[in-house]
């Protein structure tokens, strides 16, 4: 008449890379880590012991690097670490976002609410004001003195 609770399953990190594969996403073993790849996109995952796998920041992949999306305010960006930039299409921006949703149920993470609306950016580059935060003057901010 005790009632057992079930033992929690913690998956490790090859179960977790097992069913990666088995969801359709190509995996390449990177150290410790692992690199996730699906058509256009790919994203690093890193063995955490017992815990879920972290995701690094998912992105389409520019010439053999991940890029990562950035806002221009008016339009989108792909950006990589070498500095490359080349625009984000509407195709490579719902591929990302189908990647990130598929390998989050695969690994059995939380989607979280916001991102599953949509594809979410890493930087917001809005405001294309040259120098804006070098603590310069600004011609509107000096001091003037009234002659009379």
């Given at each position: 008449?005790?009632?057992?609770?079930?033992?929690?399953?913690?998956?490790?990190?090859?179960?977790?890379?097992?069913?990666?594969?088995?969801?359709?996403?190509?995996?390449?073993?990177?150290?410790?880590?692992?690199?996730?790849?699906?058509?256009?996109?790919?994203?690093?995952?890193?063995?955490?012991?017992?815990?879920?796998?972290?995701?690094?920041?998912?992105?389409?992949?520019?010439?053999?690097?991940?890029?990562?999306?950035v806002?221009?305010?008016?339009?989108?960006?792909?950006?990589?670490?070498?500095?490359?930039?080349?625009?984000?299409?509407?195709?490579?921006?719902?591929?990302?976002h189908?990647?990130?949703?598929?390998?989050?149920?695969?690994?059995?993470?939380?989607?979280?609410y916001?991102?599953?609306?949509?594809?979410?950016?890493?930087?917001?580059?809005?405001?294309?004001?040259?120098?804006?935060?070098?603590?310069?003057?600004?011609?509107?901010?000096?001091k003037?003195?009234?002659?009379?």
């Amino acid at each position: 008449m005790f009632f057992r609770r079930a033992k929690v399953h913690h998956s490790t990190f090859q179960e977790h890379v097992d069913r990666l594969k088995a969801a359709g996403f190509q995996v390449e073993s990177k150290g410790s880590g692992a690199l996730i790849s699906r058509g256009p996109c790919a994203a690093v995952i890193e063995d955490r012991g017992d815990e879920p796998p972290h995701i690094n920041r998912a992105g389409i992949l520019v010439g053999g690097e991940i890029g990562y999306a950035v806002s221009g305010g008016f339009q989108s960006f792909v950006r990589t670490a070498s500095g490359k930039v080349q625009p984000a299409l509407a195709r490579d921006l719902k591929a990302l976002h189908a990647f990130e949703e598929d390998m989050k149920e695969a690994l059995g993470l939380t989607s979280l609410y916001n991102e599953s609306l949509g594809t979410t950016f890493d930087q917001h580059m809005y405001d294309r004001v040259v120098n804006r935060d070098r603590g310069e003057r600004r011609p509107w901010e000096q001091k003037t003195t009234l002659t009379r």
